[in-house]
């Protein structure tokens, strides 16, 4: 019996060892439902929320979530959302609903998401859930007829940068490490019980076109991209200020550096006259000497965030401008004809 129940303990400890990488989040329709209400009845304040569910295999399955209370900042905030946590998930386990936290969820405005907090906050469920995922969803882009729904999760790679806390030019290039490597995008794939798509099937008008697709029809995207080019704009101004930060870390390096050369000029053509008197040569390096102490090189882990950012606006700025001359071009033949 005991044979057995260690050969048993033996497989468990294997399959988490090699657990397959995560291929996919698969979400309820719900829950899906949940998060978008939640999300657009407080924009554009920032909202968040626990995500429930399981883990089976390279899935991430959903199947639940709850929203946290938004507060003022002058509330305890940790204590109470913890108790609020907590309560709540007992609540769930009494009737029997999915309790497992699988991550969070949480709004953003035009993806402005990749911030030093969500990092924090992804070590921090990391530390006692092994694979968990944030959803983010955009509310301002429901008015251009899009779900704007992602799954991410922090990469193996960056974790352990994050953990050691050497973000230096160096130790980037050793682990050939760019700012595009931080996040990893999983696809996320929503799921409905058969009782609710035929529920669905029966509530479907006859009409080939929906108002989702009228939606996608509006030409009027000035808001969206005057709001995008603000963001854009502040975030170039912030990774101006980091690469100040660079400059002046770099010229306090080569300063540095052409002190030691001097004292170390002075200190050889002291050594030589001493030399010449039968005196022993002092040591050509000093520890209490300043010069000597290292320059501190600052993170590069903000400016892979902004660049990060700059790179998302521009995605979105070039797809809805390319999108709009589409409907333009469709305006204008439908006008010709």
């Not at 990488?21 to 920032?46: N, S, W």
């Not at 854009?232 to 200020?241: E, H, R, V």
């Not at 550096?257 to 170390?264: E, F, G, N």
Request: hydrophobic content about 35%; aromatic content about 10%.
């Amino acid at each position: 019996m005991a044979t057995m129940a260690r050969s048993f303990l033996q497989a468990i400890s294997k399959d988490e060892a090699v657990a397959p990488p995560l291929r996919v989040v698969q979400i309820e329709g719900l829950a899906v439902l949940k998060i978008i209400k939640h999300c657009k009845e407080f924009a554009p304040t920032l909202v968040t929320g626990q995500l429930l569910g399981l883990d089976v295999g390279s899935v991430l399955e959903v199947t639940n979530c709850f929203p946290f209370p938004v507060r003022d900042e002058d509330e305890e905030i940790e204590a109470d959302g913890a108790n609020y946590q907590l309560e709540m998930m007992r609540c769930l386990r009494e009737v029997n609903v999915d309790n497992n936290t699988v991550g969070w969820y949480q709004s953003t405005v035009l993806g402005s998401y990749q911030t030093v907090e969500l990092i924090e906050t992804f070590m921090n469920y990391q530390e006692n859930i092994k694979r968990c995922v944030c959803i983010i969803y955009d509310p301002s882009k429901a008015d251009l007829g899009v779900l704007a729904l992602k799954a991410l999760k922090l990469s193996d790679s960056f974790m352990e940068l994050y953990r050691a806390g050497n973000f230096t030019g160096e130790k980037l290039r050793e682990k050939n490490f760019s700012w595009m490597d931080i996040f990893e995008e999983i696809p996320i794939k929503v799921s409905n019980s058969a009782l609710v798509s035929a529920f669905m099937t029966e509530l479907e008008t006859d009409s080939p076109v929906s108002q989702g697709d009228y939606d996608r029809l509006h030409s009027s995207t000035t808001p969206f991209l005057e709001n995008n080019m603000e963001f854009l704009i502040k975030c170039m101004d912030d990774l101006s200020m980091e690469q100040q930060k660079f400059q002046y870390y770099y010229r306090n390096l080569s300063r540095q550096q052409a002190q030691q050369q001097a004292w170390l000029q002075k200190r050889r053509t002291e050594n030589m006259a001493r030399k010449s008197a039968g005196e022993e040569p002092l040591p050509e390096e000093d520890p209490s000497n300043p010069i000597f102490k290292p320059v501190p090189e600052p993170s590069r882990l903000e400016s892979f965030l902004i660049t990060n950012q700059v790179s998302n606006f521009c995605g979105q700025i070039n797809g809805v401008a390319g999108q709009n001359f589409s409907r333009l071009y469709l305006t204008k033949a439908l006008h010709d004809n």
